[in-house]
């Protein structure tokens, strides 16, 4: 198990102003970089139009069929892209969780970086507005315990129906 820096973690989430990514990049922690796995979802279809629609293939299938499989190969292609984002989220997650919870004991990466509502909403913002100053390690990750503190300050009741229903549970 390795050992990252915040900015390392940071980087696995976010792109160069601060802003949350769609596809979480593995480059910083020794993974696929999100580039590469784009590249392999844009070309995806390109191959299937290619095997499908190649002169053999399209001889022994016909017109009618050939378009009919291409446009369910095409749905396969979303599910193979869907499982895909899903496996690389949570790989990167489970290889920066032991990191991230050094710099932030008790604060949830999942709640940080999930699309909902949730008490660490704001911290993209919080992120972005030093991220501009270029800050040292040190002086970012106080302003991130204090960003969160802000958070929490500010979301005490949903913190706390968080920590009631995984009492419950």
Do not use: C
């Amino acid at each position: 198990m390795s050992f990252y820096s915040l900015k390392t973690i940071l980087a696995t989430f976010t792109n160069s102003n601060g802003k949350k990514r769609i596809l979480l990049n593995g480059g910083p922690i020794g993974g696929l970089n999100s580039i590469a796995i784009i590249l392999f979802f844009i070309a995806l279809p390109f191959l299937e139009y290619a095997a499908i629609f190649n002169p053999y293939i399209f001889n022994l299938l016909g017109i009618a069929t050939s378009i009919v499989l291409f446009i369910v190969g095409l749905s396969i292609v979303m599910i193979i892209i869907f499982f895909v984002v899903w496996r690389v989220k949570s790989n990167i997650i489970k290889k920066i969780t032991p990191s991230w919870n050094h710099y932030f004991p008790n604060r949830d990466i999942t709640l940080v970086l999930s699309s909902g509502i949730t008490p660490y909403n704001k911290f993209f913002e919080f992120y972005a507005q030093k991220l501009e100053k270029d800050l040292s390690e040190e002086m970012l990750h106080k302003h991130l315990l204090n960003g969160f503190k802000t958070m929490e300050e500010e979301n005490k009741d949903l913190i706390e129906a968080i920590r009631k229903d995984k009492k419950i549970q």
